[in-house]
C-alpha cells in the first residue's frame, strides 16, 4: 500500500455556487469523494485552508511549506498531494519546489470546473495527481492536471476555463497519465534546494511592475515607498522598458532591493539586446533577468531568495545585516535560482524513457 497525504486548501475543486459566484467552501474529504482513489493507495486528508487562490498570501504559502515540510517527516508518506486553486497554483508549486529538498514529490493540481459540476475535471485531475505522488520520485513540485505532469518550474496557466488549463510555454511536460499509468520523460536535473525559511519570518512586500506604452515609474516609487525588498519589471519583448525605469532600478539596486527583469510577451527568455531603457540598461542597473520565468514566478523567486537570506533593515544598503546576511547574498541566491536549468522538457526528450522517476 502506498500512503499519499492530501492537503486541501481551496480553489474551484472545492468550490459549490453561492447563489451570486463561485466560492472555495468544500472540506478536503469532500473533495476527494469527487473521484475514486487508484487501488493500492491510501490517503490521509489534511485541511490546511479553504480559500480561491487569488486570495492567497504569502503567509498561507508559508504555512503550506512548512505543513509539507512537516508532513514529510513521516517516513511511511509516500507522496503529497496539495489541491490548490488554479489561479496561483503555479507560484505556490514554484515557491515549494524551490525549498524542495526530498524524493517524495509535491504534486499540486485543481480543477477548472467546480465541485458540483456534473461534467466536472475534478475526480480525474485527483486520481491522476495521486497516482503521480504515489510513484513518483526525484521530481520536486509538480501540476498535474488534464493528464499531463509538469515541472512547477516554467509552467502557467495558458487559459482561462479550458480544462487543459495549463503549459509550459518553453518546453513539454515532464509526463503523462494515461489509462492508470504515468510516463515519464527523461529526467532532468533539479537545482540544490534553498534553507527553508525561519519559522515566524516576517514575508518581505514584493511587487510586479508592468511595463507599457507610456510607462512612467510612479508606480515604481509607490512600491519603494511601500516598502518593498523585492521587484519584478515586466517588460515589453524581450525585457525592455524606457530610461527613466533603468533609472528607478538603477536607485532600488542601489538601496540593496532585488529587481528582476520578466517579460509580458508569452513564450521566450528575456535577453539583454536593447539599450536605450532596454534590457542592457536594466542589467546594467542591478536587474537580473529572469530568464523564461514568466511574472508570477518571477516574482516567487525574488520572495524565496529574500526569505532563504533575510535583508535586514541595516543590510538593505549592501552593508552587513545583523543576522550576518546582507543584501548581496540574497542577490546571488536570486542569481542562482534564475540561472538554474528550466525543468521543462525540450521537444525532443518527451516520452523516450518509460518509467523513469518511479
Ligand atoms: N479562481 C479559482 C481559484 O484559483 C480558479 C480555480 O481554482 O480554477 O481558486
Same mark, same amino acid.
Given at each position: 500500500?502506498?500512503?499519499?497525504?492530501?492537503?486541501?486548501?481551496?480553489?474551484?475543486?472545492?468550490?459549490?455556487?453561492?447563489?451570486?459566484?463561485?466560492?472555495?467552501?468544500?472540506?478536503?474529504?469532500?473533495? *476527494?469523494?469527487?473521484?475514486?482513489?487508484?487501488?493500492?493507495?491510501?490517503?490521509?486528508?489534511?485541511?490546511?485552508?479553504?480559500?480561491?487562490?487569488?486570495?492567497?498570501?504569502?503567509?498561507?504559502?508559508?504555512?503550506?511549506?512548512?505543513?509539507?515540510?512537516?508532513?514529510?517527516?513521516?517516513?511511511?508518506?509516500?507522496?503529497?498531494?496539495?489541491?490548490?486553486?488554479?489561479?496561483? +497554483?503555479?507560484?505556490?508549486?514554484?515557491?515549494?519546489?524551490?525549498?524542495?529538498?526530498?524524493?517524495?514529490?509535491?504534486?499540486?493540481?485543481?480543477?477548472?470546473?467546480?465541485?458540483?459540476?456534473?461534467?466536472?475535471?475534478?475526480?480525474?485531475?485527483?486520481?491522476?495527481? +495521486?497516482?503521480?505522488?504515489?510513484?513518483?520520485?526525484?521530481?520536486?513540485?509538480?501540476?498535474?492536471?488534464?493528464?499531463?505532469?509538469?515541472?512547477?518550474?516554467?509552467?502557467?496557466?495558458?487559459?482561462?476555463?479550458?480544462?487543459?488549463?495549463?503549459?509550459?510555454?518553453?518546453?513539454?511536460?515532464?509526463?503523462?497519465?494515461?489509462?492508470?499509468?504515468?510516463?515519464?520523460?527523461?529526467?532532468?536535473?533539479?537545482?540544490?534546494?534553498?534553507?527553508?525559511?525561519?519559522?515566524?519570518?516576517?514575508?518581505?512586500?514584493?511587487?510586479?511592475?508592468?511595463?507599457?506604452?507610456?510607462?512612467?515609474?510612479?508606480?515604481?516609487?509607490?512600491?519603494?515607498?511601500?516598502?518593498?525588498?523585492?521587484?519584478?519589471?515586466?517588460?515589453?519583448?524581450?525585457?525592455?522598458?524606457?530610461?527613466?525605469?533603468?533609472?528607478?532600478?538603477?536607485?532600488?539596486?542601489?538601496?540593496?532591493?532585488?529587481?528582476?527583469?520578466?517579460?509580458?510577451?508569452?513564450?521566450?527568455?528575456?535577453?539583454?539586446?536593447?539599450?536605450?531603457?532596454?534590457?542592457?540598461?536594466?542589467?546594467?542597473?542591478?536587474?537580473? *533577468?529572469?530568464?523564461? +520565468?514568466?511574472?508570477?514566478?518571477?516574482?516567487?523567486?525574488?520572495?524565496?531568495?529574500?526569505?532563504?537570506?533575510?535583508?535586514?533593515?541595516?543590510?538593505?544598503?549592501?552593508?552587513?545585516?545583523?543576522?550576518?546576511?546582507?543584501?548581496?547574498?540574497?542577490?546571488?541566491? +536570486?542569481?542562482?535560482?534564475?540561472?538554474?536549468?528550466?525543468?521543462?522538457?525540450?521537444?525532443?526528450?518527451?516520452?523516450?524513457?518509460?518509467?523513469?522517476?518511479?
Amino acid at each position: 500500500m502506498r500512503h499519499v497525504v492530501v492537503i486541501s486548501t481551496g480553489g474551484t475543486i472545492a468550490s459549490r455556487w453561492q447563489g451570486d459566484g463561485y466560492a472555495a467552501e468544500a472540506a478536503g474529504q469532500e473533495v *476527494l469523494a469527487a473521484g475514486a482513489v487508484p487501488e493500492g493507495v491510501d490517503v490521509r486528508v489534511v485541511d490546511l485552508f479553504t480559500v480561491n487562490s487569488s486570495r492567497l498570501t504569502t503567509d498561507h504559502q508559508l504555512r503550506l511549506l512548512h505543513t509539507v515540510h512537516d508532513v514529510l517527516a513521516d517516513p511511511a508518506v509516500d507522496g503529497i498531494v496539495v489541491t490548490h486553486g488554479t489561479d496561483t +497554483l503555479e507560484e505556490s508549486a514554484f515557491f515549494l519546489d524551490l525549498f524542495h529538498a526530498d524524493r517524495r514529490p509535491v504534486v499540486f493540481t485543481g480543477a477548472q470546473k467546480p465541485l458540483d459540476a456534473p461534467d466536472g475535471d475534478a475526480a480525474g485531475n485527483l486520481y491522476d495527481a +495521486l497516482l503521480t505522488a504515489a510513484t513518483g520520485r526525484d521530481i520536486g513540485a509538480v501540476i498535474v492536471f488534464a493528464g499531463q505532469v509538469y515541472a512547477a518550474r516554467g509552467t502557467v496557466k495558458q487559459h482561462t476555463v479550458d480544462a487543459h488549463a495549463f503549459g509550459a510555454p518553453d518546453g513539454l511536460p515532464l509526463g503523462r497519465v494515461e489509462f492508470g499509468r504515468v510516463t515519464w520523460g527523461r529526467r532532468r536535473p533539479r537545482p540544490a534546494p534553498l534553507p527553508m525559511p525561519e519559522p515566524g519570518a516576517v514575508p518581505p512586500r514584493v511587487d510586479i511592475l508592468t511595463h507599457h506604452s507610456d510607462g512612467d515609474t510612479v508606480l515604481f516609487e509607490a512600491s519603494l515607498a511601500a516598502g518593498a525588498r523585492g521587484v519584478v519589471v515586466v517588460g515589453t519583448g524581450a525585457g525592455n522598458a524606457n530610461p527613466q525605469v533603468a533609472e528607478a532600478v538603477r536607485k532600488a539596486t542601489a538601496n540593496g532591493v532585488l529587481v528582476a527583469v520578466s517579460t509580458r510577451v508569452a513564450a521566450g527568455a528575456v535577453a539583454p539586446l536593447y539599450t536605450g531603457g532596454g534590457a542592457v540598461d536594466l542589467v546594467a542597473a542591478g536587474g537580473l *533577468l529572469a530568464g523564461t +520565468l514568466r511574472p508570477g514566478q518571477a516574482r516567487i523567486a525574488v520572495l524565496a531568495a529574500l526569505l532563504a537570506r533575510p535583508v535586514t533593515a541595516s543590510g538593505i544598503d549592501g552593508t552587513e545585516g545583523a543576522d550576518g546576511t546582507d543584501a548581496a547574498d540574497a542577490a546571488a541566491t +536570486l542569481r542562482d535560482i534564475l540561472e538554474a536549468a528550466p525543468q521543462a522538457l525540450p521537444a525532443s526528450e518527451l516520452y523516450l524513457v518509460d518509467g523513469v522517476g518511479k
